[in-house]
Nanobody, 116 residues
Framework: QVQLVESGGGLVQPGGSLRLSCVASGFPFSSSAMTWYRQAPGKERELVASIWSTGTNTAYIDSVKGRFTGTRDIGKNTAYLQMNSLKPEDTAVYYC?????????WGQGTQVTVSS
């Protein structure tokens, strides 16, 4: 079955960096788009970044453009989200996601807290 396991979250000061990882299994990772979402307390889950199967085509919401970079390692079945210049408003639970046979699957999420 599809499994997505995120890691790499934590507490970081404003201006700091974190790299999130998402190890995928149970579906053809190399031909699947991977997406990163986040959900802050009291807010709806929002799409942050999309990484298409080529790995070179990516898209981001405006608030993270220039600060976040999504990549993927086919050999490790892993997607990454490099987050630089973090701001307090980036605080949220971050989820990776993939669609398989028309069903969207989610990881368990990893908490990112940006605070001094």
């Amino acid at each position: 079955q599809v499994q997505l396991v995120e890691s790499g979250g934590g507490l970081v000061q404003p201006g700091g960096s974190l790299r999130l990882s998402c190890v995928a299994s149970g579906f053809p990772f190399s031909s699947s788009a991977m997406t990163w979402y986040r959900q802050a307390p009291g807010k709806e889950r929002e799409l942050v970044a999309s990484i298409w199967s080529t790995g070179t085509n990516t898209a981001y919401i405006d608030s993270v453009k220039g600060r976040f970079t999504g990549t993927r390692d086919i050999g490790k079945n892993t997607a990454y989200l490099q987050m630089n210049s973090l701001k307090p408003e980036d605080t949220a639970v971050y989820y990776c996601s993939a669609v398989r046979n028309g069903v969207r699957h989610w990881g368990q999420g990893t908490q990112v807290t940006v605070s001094s």
